[in-house]
């Protein structure tokens, strides 16, 4: 349920391209504020952390959860799923 909430909320805000050093972990941070939650864990720079350059720069390109289903990389899914693991 977060995951499908989470990456809803990212694709409303119309996400620019490349990522500065930090951009993917502000914005997400951002996001996890505005839901109300928080990130002790540190999903949001284990998510950053995770990503390629190319797969940062694909991930803020991405303009819906359609788009996140049909464009994003496996190692995305998979850093998704690794740094924000179900409860």
Known sequence: MIRKTFIASLFMSGLASAANAG????????????MGLEDPDGGCACFEDSLSEDDKALYLSLESE??????????????????????
């Open 23 to 34: 951009e993917v972990a502000e914005f997400c941070g951002a996001v996890i504020d505005e």
């Open 66 to 87: 359609d788009d996140w289903d049909a464009r994003a990389s496996d190692d995305m899914k998979s850093a998704m799923a690794a740094c924000f693991p179900a409860p």
